[in-house]
């Protein structure tokens, strides 16, 4: 070795891109999508690029991660 440190790791690659938000009671995907994107019909948008638990978007639970587009 000539004395200098090892390269750091590489950060990990992540599935998800932008804002992230944690469901907290009362939250719903209309409501949120409002706040972050403008517009409350966009809310599938939100949807579609979360991994939440249920598979419906009318059933999300506090503590999951929504990601705003």
């Known amino acids: 070795l000539n004395g200098s440190s090892p390269a750091p790791a590489p950060e990990p690659a992540t599935a998800t891109t932008g804002t992230q938000h944690v469901i907290v009671s ?15 019909s966009r809310y599938m948008e939100i949807f579609n690029a979360s991994s939440f638990r249920s598979g419906n978007p009318n059933l999300i639970f506090p503590g999951e991660i929504a990601i705003i587009p």
């Open 26 to 40: 009362g939250d719903t995907l209309w409501d949120l999508s409002v706040a972050y994107l403008g517009d409350g």
